[in-house]
């Protein structure tokens, strides 16, 4: 696999559909390697590895285990927050909130990386390219529990609000689960974020295929 950003993107663009994020804390006790191996076997082009807790080296030596096995398995590989991480892992890619490292001084610092940013507001998303973001997320849209004190939830309705500012590719994030798939395809989404949809499934791989059918 090339490390330019714009194989990088082509590859986001043209074969990433489903957008897995781990979370070992809602995994019902198993491991962010597991839920690795179970996403991947179920077809994912794309994982995010999002670890609050580990200390710095159990998170870079996680990391590099999710480099090896998204490597063999030809997919993209995004750490949550951590441009160190990313860096030192060889990871594609590090998707920033809004209070990580600011988009443009990373993108002049890493400019092969894929970067993705959170965009809570309509602003966010309007001066994502411009902050050098290779792609944004629009959420959250629904309740979710994989983030604590959020009260105000987007709702569909954001998605075309958001998405004609920008004419970069985008995700969206929060509380999704399968019943909502239908609706958000019709609402032009692409790649939708996903944690619990796959964590709380007692057959993580079969969850993440069938997801990803449902978006063909």
């Not at 807790?53 to 480099?67: D, I, N, Q, T, Y």
């Not at 970069?168 to 019943?179: A, D, R």
Request: proline share 3%.
């Amino acid at each position: 696999m090339t490390d330019s950003h714009q194989e990088r993107l082509r590859k986001f663009n043209e074969e990433v559909s489903l957008y897995p994020v781990s979370c070992e804390k809602l995994a019902r006790g198993r491991s962010d390697l597991e839920w690795l191996a179970a996403v991947l076997a179920g077809g994912a082009k794309i994982v995010q590895l999002r670890d609050k807790e580990s200390g710095g080296r159990a998170l870079l030596a996680k990391a590099h285990a999710f480099r090896r096995a998204t490597r063999e398995a030809g997919a993209l590989f995004i750490v949550n927050d951590r441009l160190d991480i990313a860096l030192l892992s060889g990871a594609d890619g590090v998707h920033l909130g809004n209070d990580d490292l600011p988009a443009e001084e990373v993108r002049r610092f890493a400019p092969q990386l894929l970067i993705g940013v959170s965009c809570n507001t309509e602003e966010q998303a309007a001066s994502a390219a411009a902050r050098g973001a290779s792609y944004y997320n629009i959420g959250p849209l629904f309740t979710t529990g994989t983030k604590e004190g959020l009260k105000e939830f987007l709702g569909i309705e954001a998605i075309a609000r958001f998405s004609r500012h920008s004419t970069l590719p985008f995700t969206v994030m929060g509380g999704i689960k399968k019943h909502h798939l239908p609706e958000l395809r019709a609402a032009g989404v692409r790649r939708p974020a996903v944690v619990t949809a796959i964590t709380g499934a007692d057959d993580m791989a079969g969850a993440t295929r069938e997801l990803i059918e449902l978006l063909k």
